[in-house]
Each structure stands twice: as structure tokens, then as C-alpha cells.
């Protein structure tokens, strides 16, 4: 990045973790407004027994419900977040800012040919990979034919209308895939 866009951008800060102080308060606020609901409800769930994580064909009516009803309140929030005013900016939006950043400061395309990129051999590097630098959600299988899949998307949408926030609609995806897979 240096060698490309130069070292006086302030792409970043170093330093003290009050630096942190933006991005903790956008965790807080993805909190609050999104994943604190999920994690009420699938704690709820699991706490009343109809969400057993060892079991696949609860895994699966959990993806199949809630991974849908998830991105679309994490899509809704980061619209919602890119175009609030910001009172210290005078009011403009964070995709203003984006824009107006672009305009005044365009950013040529570089020359990758002429970059003189060095190789490394990360798996002799010594380098340890952090286990906790990401979420990784394995797949889950569908314990379903086909059909039986396509029935279960005409008779459960995963989006749908709830009070329960997707609660009412994953014990009707549980029921229906249990009484499909007892046959």
C-alpha cells in the first residue's frame, strides 16, 4: 500500500487504542441493531431445545432461516450507516465523504508491472497463523432431496413476516424437514 498510494495518506494510526475508539463504537452499534437479536433468539432456541447444534438437520433449518433474515439486517444497517449525516463533517454522509475523497484525490491505477513485489514462502516463514483472525462456518449438507428442498422453499420462507424474529419460521423449517426425513 505504501509503495503505491505513499506513507503520509494516513491510511492508518499507531499508537494508543483510543485510535479504536470508531471502530469499537461501530461493533456496538452492529451489536445493538443486528447480531444481539440473533443471539437472543438462537440461545432461545437452543435453550428450549429446538436447536441442537450436533444434530444437522437443526443446522440446517438454522441456515437455511436465519443466514437469509441475517444479511438482510446487516445490509440494512451498512445502507443505513453509509448514508447517515456526520455533524463534525458538515452533515455529509460517509459515501459523500467517499465520493467527495475520490474527486479531490484520485488514485491512478499503478503500474503492477514495474512494482517490484518480493516472494514469500509463508509456510517457512515461521509465521504462526492466528486461529481466532476469523469466523469460519463450515457447510452444512442439506439432509434433503432435491424435491423435498424445493418443497421446503415453497412451504417455509425463510424471509417471511415474524414477531419472533425468524423464531416461528425455523420450528416450521425443523418440523416440515423432520416429518419429510421420518418418512
Not at 503520509?8 to 451489536?31: A, C, P, T, V
Not at 437469509?68 to 459515501?95: A, C, K, V
Not at 503500474?111 to 463450515?138: K, M, R, T
Amino acid at each position: 500500500m505504501f509503495t503505491i498510494r505513499g506513507t503520509e495518506r494516513g491510511s492508518f494510526m499507531s499508537g494508543k487504542s483510543i485510535h479504536n475508539q470508531r471502530i469499537e463504537r461501530l461493533w456496538r452499534d452492529i451489536w445493538t441493531s443486528v447480531t444481539n437479536v440473533y443471539y437472543d433468539v438462537l440461545h432461545s432456541l437452543e435453550e428450549d431445545g429446538h436447536l441442537d447444534i450436533s444434530d444437522l438437520t437443526h443446522l440446517f433449518c438454522c441456515h437455511y432461516v436465519f443466514l437469509p433474515r441475517l444479511q438482510d439486517d446487516l445490509s440494512l444497517f451498512q445502507n443505513t450507516w453509509d448514508n447517515h449525516r456526520i455533524r463534525t463533517e458538515g452533515y455529509m454522509t460517509p459515501n459523500q465523504l467517499w465520493v467527495m475523497g475520490s474527486i479531490r484525490s484520485p488514485v491512478l491505477e499503478p503500474d503492477i508491472e514495474g512494482l517490484s513485489i518480493p516472494h514469500i514462502d509463508w509456510e517457512s516463514s515461521g509465521l504462526s497463523v492466528d486461529a481466532h483472525s476469523s469466523i469460519v462456518v463450515p457447510p452444512t449438507e442439506c439432509p434433503l432431496t432435491d424435491e423435498q428442498l424445493e418443497v421446503l422453499r415453497e412451504t417455509v420462507d425463510p424471509k417471511g413476516p415474524s414477531q419472533t424474529f425468524g423464531w416461528d419460521i425455523h420450528l416450521a423449517a425443523l418440523q416440515f424437514c423432520q416429518s419429510v426425513l421420518m418418512e
